[in-house]
């Protein structure tokens, strides 16, 4: 029996285009999940080991539906292997019930492993570039005290407007607006 399995990372992406595909490819089932492929717990990894028998194959839209790494995308196949289960990735033409098959998946896998890694070392390269250039990442850092108090005075006494007290201060206006809510909270509390 062909079982299909498809994956898509978060809950608003759909899996249509993966259930048509695994459809059209013979399989009988096709098994879900909506979770990032870096989560280890996936309720539908679960479910496919078992329900998959010997004899039965795998049918796996991409081979990063089934995991994110080599180390991930090794060890299903020594499971597969191990319950004398075949798979076969649509997108890679990888058929692991032939002995050529076998051979692809593992180049597809170091393949994509070492694109992964490229990609990680071009982005700390870039990072450490931009560093270097005098920029800051992330997220902003929060006024002190004495600003926080300057933003909600200047809102309050109206002869600003908010759009300039935000670019004087270098905050958004829900900032701002937080900053006044804040500030009123604590008046009532006192």
């Not at 399995?5 to 695994?22: C, G, H, I, K, P």
């Not at 393949?111 to 070392?121: H, T």
């Not at 990072?127 to 909600?152: Q, Y």
């Amino acid at each position: 029996m062909r079982i299909g399995y498809a994956r898509v990372s978060t809950a608003e992406q759909n899996l249509d285009l993966q259930r048509d595909a695994l459809k059209a490819a013979g399989c009988e089932k096709v098994i879900t999940d909506k979770a990032s492929g870096t989560v280890a717990a996936r309720p539908g990894l679960e479910k496919l080991k078992e329900q998959l028998r010997a004899g039965d194959t795998l049918v796996v839209w991409r081979l990063d539906r089934l995991g994110r790494s080599l180390r991930d995308l090794i060890g299903w196949m020594t499971y597969l292997e191990d319950e004398k289960v075949g798979l076969l990735s649509l997108h890679e033409a990888i058929d692991t019930t032939t002995t050529s098959g076998k051979l692809t998946f593992h180049l597809f896998g170091a393949l994509a492993e070492f694109e992964r890694n490229l990609i990680q070392e071009r982005t700390q390269a870039g990072l450490t570039a931009a560093r270097a250039r005098g920029k800051k990442g992330g997220r902003p850092t929060a006024l002190g005290k004495d600003k926080r108090e300057l933003a909600v005075r200047l809102y309050h006494e109206n002869q600003m407007p908010i759009a300039k007290i935000c670019t004087m201060l270098g905050i958004s206006k829900p900032t701002l607006y937080a900053y006044v809510r804040a500030d009123e909270a604590a008046e009532k509390a006192a």
